[in-house]
Every structure is written in structure tokens, then in C-alpha cells.
């Protein structure tokens, strides 16, 4: 998949964000060539594909000693942001090592 990057370089930067963004859309049958990531704060990531608009949202973040656990939602957004409708649900998680030894 190729990315683009709108409004903020440091998404280049982030271990995480990519290999992440693929894996949801993977478990969310969405096949695409390009994937515009247009911004992300610490519990969203905002997306294009395709000309459609997509919210991947991370709630119930807890830790543990190694690692960093969620559950995510990727929701479509009809209307502008008026409503929206969840097309998957799902757990991840990641060894803090992989993101700390990184930065």
C-alpha cells in the first residue's frame, strides 16, 4: 500500500501508525492502493480511501509492564461528520519495546 501523508511529517516517523492502519483494513476487507492518512491524535486516525472518509478510533487503553493494549472501531463517516457507521470492531496489541526502542 502506498501512504500519503497530509498535515503533519511525523506520521513518517510513528513505528506504529502504518503497520497498524494495515492490519484494520486488512481484518476489514478494504483493498486499496492508496491510503491517505490525513491526521491522528492519541485515540484516532483519520483516513481517505478512495475518495470516502474513515475514523479508525482506539478506546479502553490499558497497560501492562510490556504491553499496550486497545480495542479499535473503523467507522465510515456519511453526511460529513454527521453519523457514521461501524464496518469492524477488533483488539490489538503492541510490546512497548517495539515502539520505545524506535523513537
Known amino acids: 500500500?502506498?501512504?500519503?501523508?497530509?498535515?503533519?511529517?511525523?506520521?513518517?516517523?510513528?513505528?506504529?501508525?502504518?503497520?497498524?492502519?494495515?492490519?484494520?483494513?486488512k481484518r476489514s476487507n478494504i483493498k486499496t492502493e492508496t491510503?491517505?492518512?490525513d491526521d491522528w491524535d492519541l485515540d484516532r486516525i483519520?483516513?481517505?480511501i478512495d475518495g470516502k472518509e474513515y475514523t479508525i478510533r482506539m478506546w479502553n487503553i490499558w497497560e501492562t509492564e510490556k504491553m499496550?493494549?486497545?480495542e479499535w472501531s473503523l467507522i465510515t463517516w456519511l453526511n460529513g461528520e454527521s453519523s457514521g457507521t461501524t464496518l469492524t470492531r477488533g483488539y490489538s496489541r503492541f510490546r512497548k519495546s517495539d515502539y520505545k526502542d524506535k523513537q
Do not use: G, R
Open 1 to 25: 500500500m502506498k501512504y500519503n501523508f497530509i498535515n503533519n511529517s511525523e506520521f513518517k516517523d510513528n513505528i506504529l501508525l502504518i503497520p497498524f492502519t494495515e492490519n484494520v483494513l
Open 35 to 37: 491510503i491517505t492518512i
Open 46 to 48: 483519520y483516513l481517505t
Open 68 to 70: 499496550v493494549n486497545f
